[in-house]
Nanobody
Framework: QVRLMESGGGSVQAGGTLRVSCTAS?????????TGWYRQASGKECVFVSL???????EYGDSVKGRFAISRDRTKNTVYLQMNNLKPEDTGTYHC??????????????????WGQGTQVTVSS
């Protein structure tokens, strides 16, 4: 069974930066799959943040365009999400998901793809 492990979350003030990472268990290669980040905030709908496809193309949610950047390191089998100019509304648990193709829906990704436990990001005003 594939395990995805997120790390790098924390607490920052508005305007700050964080980088979260997603690694996969042995035998699963993130660079040959689509890998993405989704945010679940308490009491709010889970939302799409960003993804990187196997071909390297990237996509971003409207609220993070120009502030966040997704990348990957094939040698470390890791996908990163660099988050700049953080805002309080970016607060939530950031989950990594990976598979042949990703859905915009968190629930569909949980059912159809591999889904990590998440890392908490808290942005204070």
């Amino acid at each position: 069974q594939v395990r995805l492990m997120e790390s790098g979350g924390g607490s920052v003030q508005a305007g700050g930066t964080l980088r979260v990472s997603c690694t996969a268990s042995s035998g699963y290669f993130l660079h040959t799959h689509a890998t993405g980040w989704y945010r679940q905030a308490s009491g709010k709908e889970c939302v799409f943040v960003s993804l990187i496809n196997a071909d390297g193309s990237t996509e971003y949610g409207d609220s993070v365009k120009g502030r966040f950047a997704i990348s990957r390191d094939r040698t470390k089998n890791t996908v990163y999400l660099q988050m700049n100019n953080l805002k309080p509304e970016d607060t939530g648990t950031y989950h990594c998901t990976s598979g042949g193709s990703l859905w915009r829906s968190c629930e569909l990704n949980k059912k159809e793809n591999n889904w990590g436990q998440g890392t908490q990001v808290t942005v204070s005003s």
